[in-house]
């Protein structure tokens, strides 16, 4: 087996895409090309994007094509080719028995009760992903607590993910199948291609990556995430004892700092030294 590959897996926005208030270092993202350029490094986009809007964002922000895409919070999973996008069947079926063959429409109508809730755009949903939107003044506990109560009492296991869009300045709830997380897209795929744990590398900055932040694949939490999720993250982390699988960049930490992609560099150097021959590393880098 080779030694030195890596299974590189990456949320987008916010984490690879600029488009949080921060600053980005401008040379960055060219480094991050030219290191998913290599023949070692398998790319993953783990984001809860749909299809068409990753695409979008791979034309729009010049991002590398991933040989992997885990979307719409992993309910779907891609292997991306020069013949398409191409769904990996096994993990529909997977994460489909936890809904016990219910479907989308049938959960809506289950939670039609809780006018609280605000359906998203058609385009955010889909067989195994119902997504909803949650103002900020309301007991966002309270409410994800009622949906999961409601949904246990018709025989179905789901996964709750709450995420903030800073933008819109909305909550965000995903009602997914229980195994339909990024950690558990990410621990299939993992096993699917034969990687190692210490051949897998995630970034990401918000809430919907917690539980991979959380978990023992190693992780870098970007430097412009939010200092609640950088809290939650650690927390989580140790309370998992997983401390040394969470590394957070910082600014200072090289001359590109921490954001966004710098940030994605920062843990591939933290985590893969044997790749750091293949980087151009800033000056100050550890």
């Known amino acids: 087996m080779n030694s030195r590959r890596l299974l590189l897996c990456t949320d987008l926005d916010r984490t690879l895409i600029p488009n949080g208030p921060q600053a980005e270092h401008p040379e960055a993202r060219h480094h991050f090309r030219r290191l998913c350029c290599l023949p070692e490094v398998l790319l993953a986009y783990v984001t809860g994007r749909h299809q068409a809007l990753v695409q979008q964002a791979i034309s729009d ?12 919070v992993g309910t779907q999973i ?10 990996i069947p096994r993990w529909q079926q997977e994460i489909g028995a936890d809904w016990q ?12 009760p809780l006018t609280e809730l605000r359906l998203q755009e058609a385009s955010r949903q889909n067989r195994f992903k119902l ?4 103002s900020l003044d309301r007991d966002q506990a309270w409410v994800m607590g009622d949906i999961e109560n409601r ?3 018709k ?5 709750l993910i709450w995420s903030v869009d800073e933008q819109k300045n909305i909550g965000l709830i995903d009602v997914l199948p229980c195994k339909a997380t990024k950690l558990h897209a990410l621990e299939f795929l993992q096993r699917e291609l034969g990687y190692q744990p210490h051949e897998v590398l ?5 809430g919907n990556d917690l539980t991979v932040l959380g978990s023992a694949i190693r992780s870098v939490l970007v430097a412009n995430a939010s200092a609640e999720i950088k809290r939650q993250a650690q927390q989580l982390a140790a309370q998992n004892g997983q401390a040394e699988s969470l590394y957070l960049a910082t600014e200072t930490a090289s001359d ?5 992609a710098a940030g994605i560099l920062q843990g591939v150097w933290h985590f893969a030294p044997e790749f750091r021959d293949r980087l151009q590393p800033p000056e100050g880098s550890p």
């Not at 997504?131 to 949650?134: A, E, F, G, V």
């Not at 025989?155 to 996964?159: A, F, H, L, T």
């Not at 995630?202 to 918000?206: I, R």
């Open 61 to 72: 922000y010049a991002l590398p094509e991933p040989d992997f895409a885990i979307t719409d």
């Open 78 to 87: 891609y292997r991306v080719t020069d013949g398409g996008w191409m769904a």
């Open 101 to 112: 063959g219910g479907r989308r429409k049938q959960l809506q109508a289950w939670l039609s």
């Open 131 to 134: 997504s909803y939107y949650l």
């Open 151 to 153: 949904l246990k009492q």
């Open 155 to 159: 025989g179905v296991n789901v996964s």
């Open 202 to 206: 995630f970034a990401g900055d918000s």
């Open 256 to 260: 590109w700092g921490g954001n966004y």
